[in-house]
């Protein structure tokens, strides 16, 4: 009898546990689950980033698709890399933009935006090429003379499935990885933005303070990630 009072007692105070939480909702549950899954796909891009820059440098034209040709991800991601991506690109193309969200975060991914398209892997995990709801790009056009010490960007975007979460996940990702990346809340364009006229933290900051304060990040769905871990070469 005692054993099946604490076991009872155990699943009253997680209940109680999780409404004080969640809101007694399953969004959040459910957006805790995918907020795993947001982190395993960037760290699925950052180890082949890792991998690639073991044994060549970047440049500021390298994108995800070159370092697919080379196999530097997991074979699904190397598949979807190496693909034509003109129906991706027309998918993108087509997005109709929420309701009170600026336009301006679509920039990037919607129009003629060079080589954004080859250079962005759509999670699948989370709805790939078909619903694209989890963009991660590579950005390397960092300004300056090379060569240079470089940390790569990982450019987030959440959107389609996880639009409605996307302030809650871009909080709760931000605050497991602060500690361990260099992170641009302001990111809307494929900027570089990562040690532009600074010469604090061995070289790496912002060039604008709002840039590198938790507490002031606009939580539109959208940041680069510099992990700190990933300082390489950027060759000429």
């Given at each position: ?17 999780m409404f004080q939480t ?31 820059m073991s044994f060549e ?89 090379n060569p240079q010490r ?87």
């Amino acid at each position: 009898m005692p054993h099946i009072l604490a076991s009872l007692v155990t699943v009253i105070v997680a209940t109680v546990y999780m409404f004080q939480t969640f809101g007694g909702t399953s969004s959040k549950l459910d957006s805790v689950a995918q907020k795993a899954v947001i982190l395993t796909e960037i760290e699925n891009i950052k180890k082949g980033l890792q991998f690639y820059m073991s044994f060549e440098q970047m440049t500021s034209t390298t994108t995800l698709k070159d370092l697919a040709d080379l196999t530097c991800f997991a074979p699904s991601i190397n598949e979807q890399l190496k693909k034509d991506y003109t129906t991706f690109q027309t998918k993108l193309d087509n997005l109709t933009i929420p309701t009170g969200v600026a336009s301006t975060d679509y920039d990037y991914i919607k129009g003629d935006r060079g080589n954004a398209f080859e250079n962005t892997y759509s999670a699948i995990s989370l709805g790939a090429r078909e619903n694209p709801s989890l963009l991660i790009s590579l950005l390397t056009n960092k300004s300056g003379t090379n060569p240079q010490r470089f940390i790569p960007g990982i450019r987030v975007q959440l959107l389609g499935k996880l639009e409605k979460e996307k302030a809650w996940l871009e909080r709760q990702i931000i605050q497991e990885l602060k500690s361990i990346a260099y992170i641009d809340t302001r990111a809307t364009w494929g900027d570089y933005m990562l040690g532009k006229d600074c010469t604090d933290n061995g070289g790496f900051c912002f060039s604008s303070p709002n840039q590198t304060s938790f507490s002031s990040l606009a939580p539109d769905g959208i940041f680069t990630l510099y992990f700190k871990d990933l300082v390489g070469v950027l060759a000429r």
